[in-house]
């Protein structure tokens, strides 16, 4: 479906900054809005609202006859304002340490009552995605009915914030800075033996680079051809904002409050959102909500899996959108 636009008029910002516009792009799958269940779909940093179809980042998961099936439920996927994605250039924001993730999750709520959507079948968003479905349950605890952080956490952790601070300083003082950023994000999405079972120190053909080097370069160049700075210094800023509002007592406030189910998914091998930060998540959870559950995609390609581990993701969450099917049917 073609890219959509929706005006945000009179917004507050966390910080007290006052925005008198900003656009809300979108884009709409599936069945039309108002006759099926709804699934919003958060995209991680690089992401876009483009989940399905052509280009679609997340074809193994959404579409015909997948698990979250296009003929079934309506799917919107929002793009996070300032991520330029259809080349936007009213979408860039430089003042990016202005927002956060619950500004973003606001503007999500926002962006769904003037669709007319109040309730949610299902929120679902890997990374900084899932940081943010995290920020939308708690604003509405009572509106969604299943919350599916991927690769995700509640909050971000102090080697989370170490990171996002490197990544920080290589956008504003490297030469090139989206390409030089992205080598050391890709060390963070993979893992030593992710690297090993790939490459195996195996040389490229001239044997001048090491084929890590040249993978490594290529991801560099990549991004820097397609990701506008101001989008990348956004994007890399929330993540450090994940949940810093909300202590552990409101953390567990809202557990008791919500009647959403919450299917925590981790990566056994992620060094970004770490499992056992998940696994403590969930052993909160599970003390005073049983609508909780854990699951961890086994994988030797760290926080990236979200995006590889396609069969064990459908596995997990199979049940979650079938049995959604089998009682409307």
Known sequence: MSLQKIDIFDFTLQNGSYKRWLPLYFQAFGQPIGTAPVVLVNHALTGNSQVTGENGWWNALIGTEKTIDTDFYTIIAFNIPGNGFGGQAENLIQNYKDFTTKDIALLFWEGLQFLGIYRLFAVIGGSLGGGIAWEMGFLKPNHIENLIPVASDWKASDWLIANVLV?????????????DARLHAMLLY????????K???????NQELYQIESWLLHHGEK?????????????????????ETTNCGQFLSFAKQTSANIHLIAVDSDYFFTADENRE????LKRVNSN??????????????????????NTILKNTFTTQKIKLN
């Open 199 to 205: 490459f195996n120190r195996s040389k490229n053909e």
């Open 223 to 243: 991004l820097e051809s397609r990701f506008a700075l101001e989008s990348y210094k956004l994007m890399n800023h929330l993540l450090k904002t994940i949940g």
């Open 281 to 284: 998540t969930y052993e909160i």
């Open 167 to 179: 990544q920080d300083k290589i956008l504003n003082n490297s030469e090139k800075p989206v390409h």
């Open 292 to 313: 909780v559950s854990y699951h961890e995609i086994q994988s030797l390609h760290g926080h990236d899996a979200f995006l590889i581990e396609f069969e064990q993701l």
């Open 190 to 197: 993979r893992t030593p033996q992710s690297f090993k079972a």
